[in-house]
């Protein structure tokens, strides 16, 4: 069983920026693709950032340019950089961990970003 555990949400002006983190426990981590979502209030969860363990990413248009996602291995850790905040991008932002082809999957429990205009 993996657990997944966000980190560096919180709230920031327009323009701005944060860090967040996904630590993971468990040996997968390495073998794992791993994403970032978000769902806004009265929203439905949506794709932010995806990165396969192979290191090739995809982005939702939305963030393109503005926002990366990378993992460190040796860490268990997958990181979600987002810089250029936009009010829009207030939402609870999830960590999602794939494995052994989509037969395992778990979430973290969430981090707030807040992004006042």
């Known amino acids: 069983q993996v657990q997944l555990v966000e980190s560096g949400g919180g709230l920031v002006q327009a323009g701005g920026s944060l860090r967040l983190s996904c630590a993971a426990s468990g040996s997968i981590f390495s073998l794992s693709n791993l994403g970032w979502y978000r769902q806004a209030p009265g929203a439905q969860r949506e794709l932010v950032a995806r990165i396969t363990s192979g290191g090739s990413t995809n982005y939702a248009d939305s963030v393109k340019g503005r926002f990366t996602i990378s993992r460190d291995n040796a860490k268990n850790t997958v990181y979600l950089q987002m810089n250029s905040l936009k009010p829009e991008d207030t939402a609870v932002y999830y960590c999602?961990?794939?494995?052994?082809?989509?037969?395992?999957?778990?979430w973290g429990q969430g981090t707030q970003v807040t992004v006042s205009s």
């Open positions: 999602r961990l794939d494995a052994y082809f989509g037969r395992y999957t778990t």
